[in-house]
């Protein structure tokens, strides 16, 4: 699907970012990839680590609309991974966060526009649902946007979409490279903000298949929900370090103790497939009849039912030890 193609990743030297680009450039044959980011020091590394002629690097912010539309010229489709993602920075910097969340979503929306780019998919957060704080609140609002961004396209071929999911195993910011740089120090005590809290588990690459398959399945004002596991926070604790002890810290500003990724207000509109969910916009697009119910590579989904909520801790799948130990081995940590 992307061979022959060109596609843009905003945030293209995150942890997402790299480990897409990575994967588009071992199975497809894209005519021109373009990394778009603010850190030249990361782009410089990614050059360095990455040897293809389709590469293009372009510095820039999502802040910028006119680097935007200068970047998307001639890009068919785009990944928007670019955020500020660290919930207590999120508390403590509100505006910034919104600059980049949410007039960056709009200024990705108007340039995806103004270049005529076919798909464009925003990766969203499980505290986008029902959201407790700041972080969450801008992306709900980013995923607004972007489904929204479908009645705005009017004639135009764009179609936006969005992809909602739980925490990325040794991402950034994230609890197992926190534990692992503890540990990598000698601590034989491990924080933990609460024994009780459950979360979402996937690890980078299963996210970056999870996108890369929401491209074929997407007609547009989709959000796209993986079904993974949950895991106990005290359980990865347990799988990191056998022997350590841990403390109870308390939760963080704006923490939550259990994630959401299909709240109970939208039952109305999930739908249920074999390895994923759909929740259908809750506006109707002008001059669009689309039945989400059977998506564009024939796959059926069901109505889940009446208050249905996707819920890390009452979430059917949950790890544990040794299956997280075998998780975070399969994420090379």
Not at 248 to 255: A, D, K, N, Q, T
Request: hydrophobic fraction near 40%.
């Amino acid at each position: 699907m992307l061979d022959d193609k060109s596609i843009l990743v905003t945030g293209g030297t995150g942890s997402f970012g790299q480990r897409f680009v990575r994967t588009v450039l071992e199975r497809h044959r894209p005519r021109r990839l373009v990394i778009f980011s603010r850190d030249e020091l990361k782009q410089y590394e990614m050059q360095r680590g990455l040897d293809h002629e389709c590469l293009r690097f372009f510095l820039g912010d999502v802040r910028d609309r006119a680097r935007l539309q200068q970047a998307m010229h001639g890009i068919d489709y785009v990944v928007h991974a670019a955020a500020l993602k660290q919930v207590p920075a999120a508390e403590y910097n509100p505006m910034e966060c919104v600059k980049t969340n949410v007039h960056g979503a709009e200024n990705v929306i108007d340039a995806a526009l103004a270049n005529d780019v076919e798909r464009v998919i925003a990766l969203s957060t499980d505290k986008a649902a029902n959201p407790l704080n700041l972080y969450g609140a801008t992306k709900l609002a980013s995923d607004k946007l972007f489904v929204a961004g479908n009645n705005i396209a009017g004639g135009r071929p764009t179609r936006f979409s969005v992809v909602r999911y739980g925490n990325v195993v040794g991402s950034r910011g994230s609890v197992v490279p926190c534990f692992r740089s503890l540990l990598d120090e000698g601590a034989t005590e491990l924080p933990i903000t609460d024994e009780r809290m459950t979360r979402f588990w996937i690890t980078l690459q299963q996210g970056v298949d999870f996108v890369l398959k929401s491209f074929e399945r997407m007609y547009g004002g989709e959000t796209f929900v993986p079904k993974i596991p949950s895991v106990r926070i005290i359980d990865v604790a347990r799988a990191m370090a056998p022997d350590a002890t841990t403390t109870v810290v308390g939760i963080r500003p704006g923490e939550k103790l259990h994630e959401v990724m299909c709240p109970a207000d939208d039952s109305h509109l999930t739908l249920e497939f074999r390895d994923h969910y759909v929740i259908k916009p809750t506006i109707k697009f002008h001059n669009q009849d689309i039945d989400y119910a059977t998506n564009v590579l024939g796959e059926t989904g069901t109505p889940v039912p009446f208050q249905f909520e996707y819920q890390s801790g009452t979430n059917e799948h949950f790890l544990d030890v040794d299956e997280i130990r075998r998780v975070n081995h399969l994420a090379g940590l």
